[in-house]
């Protein structure tokens, strides 16, 4: 699946082992300062320690068994630059699963996410998957001067408010703040402005509504808006990934025949594709059910 919708899609889950230090442990632990970040468990004492400093405070959400959220303990938050930067904020570590209710204060749906607060714990905005350090520095860095915020882009929208391509960065904000219904009619807008996609945000807006309906887990109903969008634009660069998800859309729904048929079909018309061998995984699993349960 594209990168780009890595906050929409969510799909991978594997385990890796990484630092202690990395997953929010005892905050009296603490390594010096510029060779690690210090972590705190606690957000509502993160937020303390950054009234008393004037610091800001970036909150990561993660799970144990989210994949990416390793990765990025691994690269992005041991990388010197990230360090370096981080001397302006008071991190803390929470574990999406465990304290739910922060979680769900904070309407956070995928993993990792990253909060960037100011010192009273209120949301600047947020960074959405995995990050590389230069990526994740250069991102925040534009929040903290209003730079490709949900507020900035809301108040360009003002101004262009047919701007397709506005109207579906600030669908996609709401999305990843896990306020499903805004980002759905900001979607439907981009639709009706630029329904031939001329602007190039029409054929992303139809996968964004299918990836919601995914969420809502109306397995049909996505799959019928991915082969939507396979219709109207075959020549979008998202038609290889909808082209995948319908099968697994099926399977899902317990649609077993009509998956594999999809699947084989993906086969035969993208032969060189970089899914190929997860398709021919997931023909495997479908055929020999006990094979994969065993």
Not at 26 to 43: E, Q, V
Not at 111 to 132: A, C, F, Q, W
Not at 270 to 281: L, R
Request: charge should be neutral; include cysteine.
């Amino acid at each position: 699946m594209k990168t780009r919708t890595i906050h929409l899609l969510l799909l991978v889950s594997y385990s890796l082992i990484c630092a202690t230090n990395a997953r929010g442990g005892d905050s009296s632990n603490k390594t010096p300062p510029d060779t690690a970040i210090t972590w705190y468990s606690s957000l509502d004492e993160a937020v303390k320690i950054a009234t008393d400093s004037n610091l800001y405070v970036l909150s990561d959400f993660y799970t144990d068994w989210c994949k990416w959220c390793k990765v990025q303990d691994e690269s992005t938050f041991t990388d010197p630059r990230v360090i370096a930067f981080g001397r302006r904020f008071v991190f803390a570590k929470i574990n999406a699963e465990i304290d739910t209710a922060i979680a769900g204060r904070y309407g956070v749906n995928g993993y990792p996410t990253v909060i960037v607060m100011d010192k009273s714990g209120h949301e600047i905005d947020r960074l959405l998957g995995y990050n590389p350090p230069g990526q994740f520095v250069k991102t925040v860095e534009d929040y903290l001067d209003g730079v490709g915020t949900l507020a900035a882009l809301e108040k360009s929208l003002k101004e262009k408010s047919q701007d397709t391509k506005l109207l579906l960065a600030v669908g996609e904000k709401y999305v990843g703040k896990g306020e499903f219904e805004k980002a759905r009619g900001y979607f439907t807008q981009v639709l009706n402005f630029d329904p031939k996609n001329g602007s190039g945000a029409a054929d992303n807006a139809l996968f964004d509504l299918a990836i919601l309906h995914r969420k809502d887990r109306s397995w049909y109903k996505a799959a019928e808006t991915f082969r939507k969008l396979i219709k109207q634009y075959p020549d979008s660069e998202l038609r290889e990934d909808a082209e995948t998800y319908i099968p697994w859309l099926l399977s899902k729904a317990g649609d077993t025949e009509g998956a594999l048929k999809a699947y084989r079909g993906f086969l035969k018309d993208f032969p060189s594709s970089s899914q190929a061998d997860w398709v021919k995984e997931q023909i495997k699993t479908l055929e020999n059910p006990r094979d994969s349960s065993s």
